[in-house]
């Protein structure tokens, strides 16, 4: 079983609750416009790392990770690049790619909109785990956490970065 981390468009800002929230996951993966190669070193520091580049960062990150990542885990077939839409609304070119490769889950970021969609066609999952930097126009910075066993991806959650204090008691 593999435990994974995922997040996207951090737009170069790091955040400690990463650390905090993927220290016990076995990769992280990130869904594009990660902004700085700090942020990549950081994040390789925590787990190994599995990347895209996003259309904001430059050619270091571009030369470091691919547009589009094939891969496998368990036995789970991934495809993960920054811009590639949704179920029912797929980049141009990459409806073909998924179904070349039978992947069973495709992970993009680029929206800045968390999205956990189930592909009945090409029976695969998508994710987008919104955004967990500061930039854009999202209200809320969330990451996602889930496993791989086999080839079933299972304990999916969503982590929420709120920067309100958390206030706890009896209301």
């Given at each position: ?41 950081r ?29 496998t ?32 889950l ?57 920067d ?8």
């Open positions: 079983m593999k435990r994974i981390g995922l997040l996207s468009d951090t737009h170069a800002y790091w955040d400690d609750r990463y650390k905090k929230y993927f220290q016990d996951c076995d990769e992280i993966w990130h869904a594009g416009d990660m902004g700085s190669e700090l942020v990549a070193d994040l390789s520091k925590i787990a190994p790392l599995r990347a895209v580049y996003g259309n904001i960062d430059g050619q270091a990150l571009r030369n470091r990770f691919p547009k589009v990542a094939l891969f885990v368990e036995q789970v077939k991934v495809c993960m690049t920054h811009i590639g839409g949704y179920p029912g609304r797929y980049e141009p070119g990459l409806r073909e790619i998924l179904i070349a490769q039978g992947t069973r495709f992970v993009s970021g680029h929206s800045h909109i968390l999205k956990v969609l189930f592909d009945k066609r090409l029976n695969c999952l998508h994710i987008n785990p919104g955004a967990a930097g500061k930039y854009g126009f999202h209200k809320v910075r969330t990451l996602v956490r889930f496993s791989i066993e086999g080839e079933v991806i299972k304990d999916l959650e969503v982590i929420e970065l709120s309100k204090p958390v206030t706890t008691g009896i209301f």
